[in-house]
């Protein structure tokens, strides 16, 4: 069965860094990606790569903070956040698809598997 498992939220101070990762099994998966959920709030795209590692994309929010990678040998992609806002709060979801093809869109629906999410909180 397909099981994607996040680790490595927790609560910081701005402006620190937070290492996520998210351990993948089950899946031959080729794109991956990073959204968040902020109370009340939908959940947004925050960044995706390419099975080979090669191509990223950053929501605006977090451009130039977040870096997306992956670790193929260890079916496992990670996302390190630097300088990071309170408005940074949010759980934070692992999603994968088993397609090579690069999403034309965003959306949550362009991913069939998700993570059960890790908490990230960033205080002020």
């Known amino acids: 069965q397909v099981e994607l498992v996040e680790s490595g939220g927790g609560l910081v101070q701005a402006g620190g860094s937070l290492r996520l990762s998210c351990a993948a099994s089950g899946l031959s998966s080729y794109v991956m990606a990073w959204f968040r959920q902020a109370p009340g709030k939908e959940r947004e795209f925050v960044a995706r790569?390419?099975?080979?590692?090669?191509?990223?994309e950053y929501a605006d929010s977090v451009k130039g903070r977040f870096t997306i990678s992956r670790d193929n040998a260890k079916n496992t992609v990670f996302l390190q956040m630097n300088s990071l806002k309170p408005e940074d709060t949010a759980v934070y979801y692992c999603?994968?698809?088993?397609?090579?093809?690069?999403?034309?869109?965003?959306?949550?629906?362009?991913?069939?598997?998700w993570g059960q999410g890790t908490q990230v909180t960033v205080s002020s």
């Open positions: 999603a994968a698809r088993s397609r090579r093809l690069w999403p034309v869109t965003t959306r949550t629906d362009e991913y069939a598997y």
């Open positions: 790569i390419s099975w080979s590692g090669g191509t990223t």
